[in-house]
């Protein structure tokens, strides 16, 4: 493990860990990817190059989100065969979890985009997560193939046949668990993602301001509360590791800044054994059985653009 | 009030309401637009033809949603002026309450639909809410102006300098209360309503599950049940009575099939309100005022899609 940042603020490490002295943070910059491309010296502009140089095989920032995925963009290469990167995040609904993938790198997609989204999210939840054929669903607002627009049902239509593919979802399938891989494009990913947290958010005020009604709920509030702490920590966004850049020949895992220790080593159990289990290899191999591969170099395509903090 | 439907089923009426016995119904039909079509005799077309000849000022119907907004496209004239309809619902949010639009009539928009369902929804949550200068704002994957796809980029620069437009929001506006209306286009609306209700049920599945985890918990859950109860009124959609389409020269509402009487007789007031405070005419000096008027007729626009059932 190579740490970047400020060595003196770092202090003393544990064996195996090496700390490369990079002082420089655009963390609190509000334009990440001109900060990226102004500043060779940030640490996570250096970390990123030591990924790409081979130093290492995978990249974990919890600083900027948005520095960190422009660094990744701008510097990975593509994976053999892939049109454009995604951001996947794994989202923890009690028995019902699920990939959604693009969070937010791309806000316009074409169908062949969401197509290759669907096999790396496949390949990822069968690589790190465990999952045997990954049943993989695209969002749309409504389950029959012509449904959504032009983009979702091209991209339907090229999905239909392919092995684990469940059809459309609408959003009510957060929390249904019929698919194990939720794909759209990058604007409508985000949007669900935080709908689904300001939801969330909502939601537990609302129980919390029931439970402070009467005396009688203030009671059932403090008899419930273990309880519903330990369904709290069963959705706890860090036990994940953070977001996922797929696509790019480097892993990139974004622990969210909040995350505390666990969620660090966990964002670094992740990108590790997503090297280990070859999430690469195993997006090509997909992609090449399905015939999915982009045919010939897009140098004109333009760059995903950076997302913000998802 | 006229009633539209089987005069043997529905029997003795109140006061003040006429019967038209229409036992033709279309509301399970697979493909609503079809249907509408092919079947003139159907009891929703004939209330629809009805509003249209001005025997009725508006639409209420709680049979098929995709019918009945199949029908409407298809015969109510446009507002003069507007585009596209757009499908609005309020989503009653403790404290933060907020119409949606377009919840899922247009999956696919220009920067100047965004625009009118600005003003429309700003004009319905005047006229109909009660809300004095609601502030307005745009769905986005950032609360900067430049972010999002190109339509949502120049809808907001279009905006730019309204009286109450407040911005782009995120997912997370669900629960906080900053915006009156939300925009978004049809596709991005119907999947965020829908991701509200999966992760609503998904949460409390989950709390339920959490109440029945120890005896402790169970005791707890008793004793908040009235006041989970109470909270669950409050979200209770029937006191909203339901859809809106928005921008057709008629009102059209749309309670869901599943409401009780308290739900339909909600959506009658709605729909009475909305004629008696002029939604119409609030929405064409709203667009005037901002000159956001369409300019001329466009014959060869398409019609709107017919949404699922929202």
Redesign the interface.
């Known amino acids: 493990m190579i740490l970047f940042g400020p060595a003196e603020e770092i202090g003393a490490v544990a064996d195996g860990v090496s700390v490369v002295d990079a002082p420089l943070s655009i963390a609190k910059d509000p334009d990440p990817a001109r900060a990226v491309r102004a500043n060779p010296d940030a640490s996570i502009v250096r970390a990123v190059a030591a990924v790409a140089a081979g130093e290492a095989d995978a990249l974990v920032s919890g600083g900027s989100t948005g520095a960190a995925l422009a660094a990744s963009l701008f510097t990975f290469k593509r994976e053999r065969g892939v049109h454009r990167p995604a951001l996947a995040l794994y989202l923890p609904?009690?028995g019902?979890g699920f990939l959604l993938l693009d969070a937010?790198a791309n806000?316009?997609v074409r169908p062949e985009h969401l197509v290759q989204f669907a096999h790396m999210g496949a390949a990822y939840m069968e690589a790190v997560m465990g999952v045997r054929e990954p049943r993989v669903a695209l969002?749309?607002?409504?389950t029959e193939a012509s449904?959504?627009?032009?983009t979702v049902v091209e991209a339907h239509a090229l999905l239909e046949g392919t092995p684990g593919f469940v059809g459309n979802v609408?959003?009510?399938?957060?929390?249904?668990g019929e698919a194990d891989v939720i794909v759209?494009d990058?604007?409508?990913g985000?949007?669900?993602?935080?709908?689904?947290?300001?939801?969330?958010?909502?939601?537990?005020?609302?129980?919390r301001?029931?439970?402070m009604?009467?005396r009688?709920?203030r009671?059932?509030?403090?008899?419930?509360?273990?309880?519903?702490r330990?369904?709290r920590d069963?959705?706890d966004p860090e036990e994940q590791g953070g977001a996922v850049l797929l696509g790019l020949r480097r892993l990139a895992v974004v622990p969210h800044g909040s995350f505390g220790e666990r969620g660090f080593a966990r964002a670094i159990e992740v990108a590790a054994r997503g090297v280990r289990e070859d999430v690469a290899g195993r997006t090509h191999a997909r992609l090449a059985a399905a015939g999915a591969l982009r045919a010939r170099p897009e140098a004109s395509e333009a760059a995903a653009s950076v997302?913000?903090q998802p």
Chains 1, 2 share one sequence.
């Not at 669900?192 to 129980?207: H, I, R, S, W």
């Open positions: 609904v009690p019902a937010g806000d316009v969002l749309s607002n409504g449904k959504g627009p032009d609408e959003g009510f399938a957060i929390g249904t759209a990058g604007f409508t985000n949007v669900a993602l935080k709908v689904m947290e300001g939801t969330f958010a909502a939601l537990m005020g609302a129980v301001g029931a439970a009604s009467s009688r709920s009671l059932g509030g403090l008899l419930l509360r273990p309880a519903l330990g369904m069963e959705l997302p913000d």
